[in-house]
């Protein structure tokens, strides 16, 4: 499965060739044209089969995923970091990860039970206070396997959790390699329209590879395709969860980064009724995608975000459910299918 | 110029949802420019050519308004809301607001006794008279603007959306008023500035302008205990220095007081803490443009009830005209 394949590329911010290498190997011979601009973003095109002038399409997605960069290597052998995007630090201790181009294993730093102090239990350990242990035992051994700004990201493997139901997956960074496996389904399909799948670097740290993809692309529309937040989980209050997992492809009507344009938004409920594909709206006002940058370039470009729901985004694992993977490719084939 | 602002404050027009006010004020420019075309995101472009010889020119005022946006209905029918731009929740308690299909909803919070000094949006609702949420659910994703009438309080006028409705009125008069200008003037009716200028970034792109002016509202100093800002209702349109987004270009401001000055037009000089308009999105246009803003002095900016003093929008007209009348070297 390329979302396993994806899922389980190691791919923070700035470092995204690993994922670039696992698309364009998928892409080969599907599309007309792949390239890799300055940025880092792969860029890929399909030439439509409707007559001249065509519309140009854009489809995004980002490549890139949240992850941490070594700042400092310590007497000891630790390895102190900072995150790259937003990772939080309360999600890291005691997590297994892997180091630089040699993807050295390591496990961040926590202080077992034993000696945790009481206030320590109530506490989130600061980032500054936390390191990476990658077995080493003193700063020239781990010199000898980790340099200064390399990356790290979590080691988690993608999984299978349920053949059955809504048949959930487990794995790291399905924001946004949910996206990028929804935007490389969609090179299997015929469309009247010129396709641009961009599978944009940075997003985590501002949406940067986007912006430059958006420029040279020009497009007249465009989505972006990624994994968004789930917030689905047991409350007490009935008030404002956002996107439910298993309730198909959520579509963003507004973020903090733009409002989606209504004819877009339109066209994508009506794709979805047409084939009975189940969508939800995803609850405004949260969160930014690459449409936030998109949507500015140039004159103008009118653009939506539709997104897998996917549980615990922006931790060292999370869930999605392979319906809402299914339903989102079904839905964005349906709405390309439909512009001419 | 009163039968204006009312009728474009009272229109509805949140950031994303100009659909209403833009037809609005298409009709009131009519025929009077040489073309006139709605841009990618939305933004009324109105251009009059010049006689020739001269710049071209953006001048822009924002056609939205804050508001809010629905992001969940409950059971009941209740539905919350996230803010589009930057709602002083403070002033949200109690109002109305209303919605694209002329449906209005009361804002209230879930506990009265409870109200402190900072209000929590996440814990306020809005009550649009529905008993389920199936009656309500086509709600989500719609957006509300504020409802409150405008009031004639004689040299002074009181409306919702004086952000930047009067501005909108500013561009409309100056329009109308406009003869012989060399310049080819691109009046900008813009969207989605409450959620960060976005309607004029790409305007001011496709318009690749010589020179920009913004017109939009700014804070006052003139009000029991306000922080210390030197601008004051009545005292003139505001050249802008400076704000939280942008230095203005001095060339620009120059020729701003040198047209005030030479034609009688009382002005002030504006530095605001924080905040921003139009010109900062247009100064950074593909490589640049000399820009500015003239500001309207305005009391009780974000909330239900903008305050301005028609003197102040009377003068920005004619400090347009005479800025327009000659030629803009910087």
């Known amino acids: 499965m390329l979302l396993e394949e994806l899922s389980n590329a190691f791919g923070p911010p700035g470092c995204e060739d690993e994922v670039r290498r696992v698309l364009a190997r998928h892409l080969r011979g599907k599309v007309d044209d792949l390239s890799t601009d300055a940025l880092g973003n792969l860029i890929a095109f399909k030439r439509g089969t409707g007559p001249e002038p065509r519309l140009k399409v854009m489809v995004d997605a980002h490549s890139d995923e949240v992850g941490l960069m070594i700042i400092s290597i310590q007497k000891n052998g630790l390895l102190g970091f900072r995150a790259v995007g937003g990772l939080g630090e309360r999600m890291l201790l005691a997590k297994r990860v892997v180091v630089g181009e040699k993807r050295i294993p390591g496990v961040i730093l926590a202080p077992p039970i034993h000696l945790a102090k009481e206030e320590d239990l109530e506490r989130v350990i600061k980032i500054e206070q936390l390191a990476i242990d990658i077995g080493a035992s003193n700063e020239e051994e781990a010199k000898g396997l980790v340099k200064l700004g390399d990356y790290a990201v979590p080691s988690t493997r993608f999984e299978i959790l349920s053949e059955d139901g809504l048949r959930t997956v487990k794995g790291k960074a399905f924001d946004d390699r949910a996206g990028c496996a929804v935007a490389a389904a969609l090179a299997d399909g015929q469309y009247a329209v010129d396709l641009y799948l961009s599978f944009s670097a940075q997003e985590e740290v501002g949406m940067r590879g986007a912006r430059v993809a958006a420029y040279r692309i020009a497009p007249d529309l465009a989505f972006a395709l990624e994994g968004t937040v789930c917030n689905d989980l047991p409350k007490k209050e009935d008030s404002s969860p956002t996107s439910k997992l298993g309730k198909g492809p959520a579509i963003t009507i507004m973020d903090h980064s733009f409002i989606a344009d209504k004819r877009l938004v339109r066209l994508l409920v009506d794709a979805a009724e047409a084939n009975g594909i189940p969508y939800q709206f995803k609850q405004p006002g949260i969160g930014a995608t690459d449409s936030g940058v998109i949507h500015l370039s140039r004159t103008g470009v009118p653009s939506v975000t539709v997104a897998v729901p996917c549980r615990y985004i922006h931790n060292p694992v999370s869930i999605l459910s392979l319906n809402d993977f299914d339903n989102t490719v079904a839905l964005m084939k349906a709405a390309l299918r439909r512009i001419e | ?330």
């Open chain 2, 1 to 330: 110029m009163k039968k204006l602002i009312k009728k474009l404050t009272e229109a509805y027009g949140p950031s994303g949802n100009e659909e209403q006010i833009r037809e609005i004020i298409r009709a009131e420019v009519g025929s009077l420019p040489d073309e006139v075309r709605v841009d990618t995101l939305g933004s009324l472009i109105a251009l009059k050519k010049g006689t020739g010889g001269g710049k071209r020119v953006m001048l822009s005022a924002h056609m939205d308004e804050i508001g809010l946006i629905v992001s969940y209905v409950d059971e009941k029918g209740f539905l919350r809301a996230q803010p589009l731009g930057g709602v002083n929740v403070m002033t949200l308690v109690g109002s109305r607001v209303q919605f694209a299909d002329g449906a209005t909803g009361v804002i209230s919070p879930e506990k009265g006794d409870e109200m402190k000094k900072d209000p929590d949006l996440a814990k306020l609702y809005i009550d649009v008279g529905a008993t389920s949420r199936e009656e309500a659910q086509g709600r989500l994703g719609q957006a509300a603007s504020f409802v409150r009438p405008f009031a004639d309080l004689g040299r002074r006028v009181v409306a919702k959306a004086m952000d930047d409705r009067i501005g909108c009125v500013v561009l409309l008069e100056v329009l109308r008023k406009l003869k012989g200008s060399p310049h080819d003037i691109y009046f900008v009716f813009s969207v989605q500035e409450e959620v960060g200028l976005r309607g004029a970034r790409t305007s001011s792109y496709g318009i690749d302008p010589e020179v920009g002016i913004a017109v939009d509202v700014t804070g006052s100093g003139d009000t029991p205990e306000a922080r210390k800002l030197a601008m004051k209702l009545g005292a003139g349109p505001c050249i802008k220095v400076m704000d939280g987004g942008m230095l203005s270009h001095p060339g620009i401001n120059n020729l701003l007081i040198g047209a005030a000055e030479s034609n009688g037009i009382p002005y002030q000089m504006e530095v605001l803490p924080g905040g921003t308009t139009d010109a900062m999105a247009i100064q950074l246009a593909r490589s640049g443009v000399p820009a500015s803003c003239v500001s309207i002095a305005t009391r009780y900016v974000h909330t239900p009830s903008e305050m301005v003093d028609l003197d102040d929008v009377e003068n920005a007209v004619k400090l347009f005209l005479a800025f327009l009348g000659q030629p803009i070297e910087v």
